[in-house]
């Protein structure tokens, strides 16, 4: 598994087609992807906090994290760990996230 810098443009498509829905992406600070054998399998989009209260310049919030069903074992981790990394050596303090239980899918009757 290799992790390298993305543009938001193919972080977000990469999101809205292997999910139900796109998602809108403002301040972003910057995106990171990871591939297995040359095939993008997970994506991760950095960008200033939602919540204006943890707006200082030494903050930025993970918004998405996404991982494909072809994403090996520790891939989530992988990512996590990169953008850690370089929120880090960008000089950034703290990085936050959330952890979102994804719904079922619906079925059609």
Known sequence: ????????????????????????????????????????VGVAIVARPRISADRDPGTAEILH????????RGGWTKLFRACW???????????????IRVSQPVRDP
């Open 65 to 72: 994290l996404y991982i494909s069903n072809e994403c090996p």
């Open 1 to 40: 598994m290799n992790v390298r810098r993305l543009k938001s443009t193919d972080a977000v498509r990469f999101i809205g087609a292997a999910s139900r829905r796109r998602p809108v992406v403002r301040f972003c600070k910057f995106c990171m992807g990871l591939t297995e054998r040359n095939k993008l």
């Open 85 to 99: 990394d370089l929120w880090r050596a960008m000089g950034g303090e703290r990085l936050m996230t959330y952890d």
